[in-house]
């Protein structure tokens, strides 16, 4: 299967994080999506720009013919994001500043990132992957 998904929330992203680095070399793209928690009453993200971006992420994903990893990194429910301290706002690797956020993680460094306001877009989804 093209597609390699794990997910991971703050308290167990580092592990997460970690597996996911020592597999980069196994395929052709390494991403990490950056998501709003869940709703547990609607059962849909809290954020509406994931709620867009995210069923566009997994087609154009599930649809490539490469191995491509993907780390579904889950930022908490809104009170937890909203605060200014929250870890991925203030780690050095990262600097979320909005979520959804579509990353290519390459050579230990981020490659390329697709931020809030345009990570729903089909060909820029594409231009990441390639």
Request: charged content about 30%; glycine content about 4%; some cysteine.
């Amino acid at each position: 299967m093209p597609l390699k998904m794990v997910d991971a929330a703050v308290g167990t992203f580092d592990g997460m994080f970690q597996q996911f680095r020592s597999e980069t070399e196994k395929n052709k793209a390494n991403l990490i999506l950056f998501l709003a928690d869940k709703d547990p009453s609607t059962s849909l993200s809290w954020c509406p720009d994931c709620v867009r971006a995210e069923p566009v992420i997994y087609k154009k994903l599930e649809a490539s013919s490469d191995d491509v990893a993907l780390l579904c990194a889950y930022v908490g429910n809104r009170p937890t994001w909203r605060n200014l301290h929250h870890p991925w706002r203030v780690d050095s690797r990262f600097k979320l500043a909005g979520v959804s956020m579509l990353i290519r993680w390459e050579d230990e460094a981020i490659k390329g990132r697709l931020e809030d306001h345009e990570a729903h877009v089909e060909r820029k989804i594409d231009a990441l992957i390639e």
